[in-house]
């Protein structure tokens, strides 16, 4: 690569960019105007809310009990509640029909007098409140001190009604203000009963709460600000990310000049770099400029405001030095990477409309990663960390908050995964710049009838990577679909049962009936080929060296993500309805079963498919997700994550899933050992507790058989390599033809 | 110069499966020559030029210009050529002074010499008076003009026009089919592909008739007339065209024939 080159295509497209005035509004304009104006309108609609008059009629006023009073003219009596409130408070008389009125008409009416603007909110007095307030009163005064009289034989008074639209803001203001003041009027009337029977004020309210924070000002200020300020910047790097990407890639394709430039000196590899550090650029100018307006804006407009009611206004200032030089730092790799990711999305699109359109998926994929640290109780731990966005998002807010030992423990997987997410965005944005199909693709014209006829027409011998992915999608579909509405099985019984229907009807037979339907060749379809003994042997020798090292997965990742409650329980409670199963049964239901539906679907049906890719990377990638995704507790998906690579890396190799079954099948069958049987012998057999240690309640193997596992492992796999990927016609694509040399073809054949 | 030998390429739709864009192609292109690519919309121009420009692969057979290989020495062979397509491709935002010197400086010219090739560039083409107009504020014939000269700024061996007079008038389509000559007088190798016969009469050495990906002749146009009895480019192209076309719907109107033969063979045994 040159840099002289990757230096002109950047300042070109930095250029060009800088004269386009979308570009302009939506990274320089749009956010010096939107912070301010945001705080211009939140402090109109505040004052507005304090400011504006609420409109009160009562009804049934002149029936009300003369001490203490309630009215005072026009207004509410002085003392009920501060006067600033009382004068917001305009009192108005109802029609004198609505005294005779039932309550339905009345709501009726009091609901068009909202709506038409006459009055906010309707106080009604029942007919006879007066005077059963007043029994009430007599009663309370009356009352026998030495002995306790039944409540119920008190006098009931009616309740007053106070009628609004909680979907009219000026209504559910006035009720507000309405409801304070009628409180405070019970709460003088309960006063004057209780000074009536010389009982002190305070037996009613023996103590108060008192409230101490000892939160310092500055450690308040970093709190509001270290939640905000690192969503603020990465949604603004995300959305700067997207208009320069769609401009640079789907614009060039769309203006025509993209076949022009790739006609020059410039290698595809620059031309994606300049490319890229335009976007980069131009995400992290967004963000800076929208940092700047933020903190201007909140320094100068939201440190007045009072946030908390009641308590002491919290005094927000400029976010110190410190947290904007983390942000800064920080926003550089979150830029680049939404940046490549943008841009290899963006390059699919042939105009500058359709890559909005395949942009807007990004988003919502992002989103609730960016908004998951931002909810309460979640702060940066191993499992946190890991995630991508939000781990980034967690360790800026440790930053912000100046807890630098946390941030300094978890500082290095965060930038491992970030760092290792935008090596793979850029790996797979230049990857697309590469790809003839995705930079002159055509209009395509779908046209259903025609397309699946000319589909089954021309399907070929094994269903191809389209084919592959949908067949995954819809498996999963259905199995979530089964999951929701099965319920949890409450014997043995029901537990097999629900097996065979999930391993069975949801996955061996949906793959045999796709590889039927999708491929002409149903046997190389799934995979079902013999590759030798040889293969399958070592497939079920590398299973059992694996399983110490499997096992220690996932402890870890239990470690890492521990399960929930819930999970947990109805875990033990599947472990409970197995207990009464035989060894025999458990095999076949726990390994078995699985291994060979789930070995037919995702080694079968979606390799084969895959594998038409040509790039084993993604097959076995791919292939492993959906079959990680397939198991429905998260920490179980990862760990089968991780076993799907292995037994990928198998298949691939041999073009074969039996040697991966008889994994499968050792692997599970060995779990199924070591969790049921294995605890019943092992306080009698010496033997086996110098390989295996069950001191702090989870059985583990020896850390010598663990690292003795994993050496073999890596010797079993180095053997596997010496296989040969032999021919197999590859998916034809723009790139390929079944005419050019063989070259990156798949199968298997022994290393001669 | 250029030579192209076996070249075909196949595209896969999703409707239609694949579909061969071009068939094993050959041709010889030298030094001071325009070599023209004849074809209706579709025939396979573009996809044998955009090959020649090193921005599709092949799938199978070679072409190399002034003797670098279009797929492994694609960087060499770049530096080689200037392509001038029919969409004239001129960024909007950026002056017809700016764009050359874009691509001036991608190909590591000295700046001294980029400013002097630049001057007599904007004073040969006349494009002094609009160099500092925007693209997007410039007609057809700037536009055109523009991308000749950000194609013709490194001094390439190699030129590549594909469909360059489209949308031009006629006043500008002259200007240009007038560059084109004065470039080949100059010894450039080009190859030229239109589907406006009068401009390949007027322009080519050499033609190549191509039509659904093959060549349907190739050769001088005069004597390709003369051998097929016809005196100008224009009826040769259709009788070749048609011709074709006549034996496409000869061979599938034989292919159904000879499907309904083996139905009713078979009916009748069955019966």
């Known amino acids: 690569m040159r840099w002289s080159n990757i230096r002109l295509v950047f300042w070109r497209e930095c250029r060009d960019q800088l004269r386009d005035r979308r570009t302009l509004f939506t990274i320089a304009v749009l956010p010096l105007l939107l912070y301010p104006l945001l705080a211009i309108s939140v402090f109109q609609v505040a004052q507005f809310r304090h400011d504006h008059p609420s409109r009160v009629w009562v009804i049934g006023a002149k029936r009300l009990p003369s001490q203490p009073t309630l009215l005072h003219g026009d207004r509410f009596s002085d003392g009920l509640v501060d006067n600033a409130t009382r004068d917001l408070i305009a009192l108005g008389s109802a029609p004198p029909d609505w005294t005779a009125l039932s309550q339905e008409a009345l709501s009726e009416r009091v609901e068009q007098e909202i709506q038409q603007g006459h009055v906010d909110a309707v106080v009604l007095f029942p007919n006879d409140f007066s005077l059963r307030l007043e029994q009430f009163n007599q009663q309370m005064a009356e009352r026998p001190t030495s002995q306790d009289t039944p409540l119920l034989s008190f006098s009931e008074v009616p309740e007053p009604t106070l009628f609004l639209n909680t979907t009219n803001d000026k209504s559910r203001l006035a009720a507000q203000r309405t409801k304070k003041v009628l409180q405070s009027w019970r709460e003088q009337i309960v006063r004057a009963g209780l000074r009536s029977r010389q009982i002190p004020i305070t037996a009613t309210r023996p103590f108060r709460v008192a409230h101490v924070d000892l939160a310092e000002a500055g450690r308040q200020q970093l709190a509001f600000w270290s939640r905000l300020l690192p969503f603020v910047v990465m949604i603004w790097a995300l959305t700067g990310a997207f208009y320069p990407a769609i401009d640079l890639c789907a614009g060039e394709k769309e203006r025509g000049t993209l076949e022009t430039l790739l006609t020059s000196p410039a290698d595809r590899r620059e031309i994606v770099c300049g490319k890229l550090l335009t976007v980069t650029t131009f995400s992290s100018a967004t963000a800076v400029l929208n940092l700047s307006s933020l903190v201007l804006t909140g320094s100068l407009f939201f440190g007045q405001m009072e946030l908390v009611e009641g308590a002491q206004p919290l005094q927000l200032g400029a976010p110190s030095i410190a947290a904007v030089v983390w942000l800064l730092i920080v926003l550089l790799p979150i830029s680049a990477l939404f940046s490549a990711l943008s841009l290899g999305i963006a390059a699919f699109a042939r105009s500058n409309k359709e890559g909005q359109y395949y942009l807007m998926p990004l988003l919502l994929v992002c989103l609730p990663l960016m908004i998951f640290p931002v909810l309460p109780a979640c702060e940066l731990d191993a499992g946190t960390s890991l995630i991508p966005l939000s781990g980034i998002l967690l360790l800026l807010r440790t930053l912000i908050e100046g807890d630098y030992l946390l941030a300094a423990r978890y500082c290095l997987p965060v930038l491992g995964v970030t760092g290792l997410g935008c090596w793979l965005a850029i790996h797979w944005a230049v990857h697309q710049f590469n790809q003839e199909s995705v930079l002159f693709r055509e209009s395509e014209r779908v046209g259903l009838r025609i397309g699946l006829r000319h589909w089954w027409r021309h399907r070929q011998e094994t269903p191809g990577v389209t084919g592959a992915l949908c067949c995954g999608l819809l498996l999963l579909f259905m199995r979530f679909i089964a999951g929701s509405q099965a319920s949890m099985p409450a014997t043995w019984r029901d537990f097999v049962t629900s097996q065979m229907l999930v391993q069975v009807g949801l996955l061996a037979v949906p793959a045999v009936l796709l590889a039927c339907l999708l491929g002409r060749r149903v046997r190389d379809g799934l995979l079902l080929r013999w590759p030798g003994y040889r293969p399958v042997i070592a497939g079920g020798f590398l299973a059992v060296c694996f399983h110490p090292l499997g096992m220690e997965l996932t402890q870890l990742i239990h470690n890492l993500y521990p399960l929930s409650d819930a999970i947990g329980k109805q875990l033990r409670e599947l472990e409970s309805i197995m207990g009464p199963a035989s060894l025999g049964t458990l095999i076949l239901t726990m390994a078995v079963l699985p291994a060979i539906c789930e070995e037919l679907t995702f080694r079968g049906l979606l390799f084969s498919g895959l594998r038409r890719s040509g790039r084993p990377g993604f097959t076995i990638l791919t292939s492993s997700l959906f079959f990680g995704a397939i198991h429905g507790v998260f920490q179980q998906s990862l760990s089968a994550f991780v076993v799907g690579i292995l037994i990928g890396g198998l298949a691939w190799r041999t073009s074969s899933i039996l040697p991966g079954i008889l994994f499968h099948f050792t692997y599970n069958g060995l779990s199924v050992l070591l969790g049921m049987v294995l605890p019943l012998y092992l306080p009698k057999q010496p033997i086996l507790q110098l390989a295996f240690d069950g001191a702090d309640g989870a059985l583990r193997y020896h850390p010598l058989i663990v690292a003795s596992g994993g050496l073999v492992c890596l010797a079993i796999g180095l053997w596997f390599r010496g296989w040969r990927v032999d021919t197999q016609p590859k998916e034809q694509t723009l790139d390929h033809h079944p005419d050019t040399p063989a070259t990156e073809s798949l199968g298997t054949t022994p290393a001669a | ?271």
Not at chain 2, 213 to 241: K, M, P, T
């Open chain 2, 1 to 271: 110069m250029i030579r192209v030998h076996q070249l075909s390429k196949i595209y896969t739709d999703w409707q239609q499966g694949d579909s061969i864009a071009l068939n094993a192609i050959s041709f010889h292109a030298k030094r001071g020559e325009i070599y023209g690519l004849l074809g209706t919309n579709g025939a396979g121009k573009t996809t044998a030029l955009r090959i020649l420009a090193t921005v599709l692969a092949p799938s199978s057979g070679n072409a190399t210009i002034d003797g670098c290989d279009v797929v492994k020495d694609s960087a060499l062979v770049r530096q080689k050529i200037g392509f001038v397509s029919s969409n004239t491709a001129i960024y909007d935002r950026m002056t017809a002074w700016e764009l050359v010197t874009y691509f001036g400086r991608l190909h590591g010219l000295d700046p001294e010499l980029l400013r002097d090739r630049m001057e007599g560039l904007f004073t040969q083409l006349e494009m002094h008076d609009f160099r500092d107009v925007l693209g997007a504020k410039m007609s057809s014939g700037m536009k055109q003009k523009t991308s000749i000269a950000r194609a013709l700024i490194h001094d390439p061996p190699v030129l590549i026009f594909d469909e360059a007079t489209v949308g031009l008038d006629v006043l500008a389509g002259r200007s240009l089919l007038d560059t084109v000559c004065k470039l080949r007088d100059q010894g450039k190798c080009i190859v030229f592909s239109t589907h406006i016969m009068r401009e390949a009469e007027r322009l080519c050495d050499k033609v190549a008739i191509l039509h659904r990906g093959r060549f349907l002749a190739e050769g001088n146009w005069r004597d390709l007339a003369q051998e097929h009895g016809y005196a100008d480019l224009e009826e040769l192209f259709f009788e070749l065209i048609r011709e074709d076309r006549s034996v496409d719907s000869s061979s599938s109107l034989r292919e159904s024939v000879a499907c309904e033969t083996t139905v009713s063979m078979a009916a009748s045994r069955l019966t």
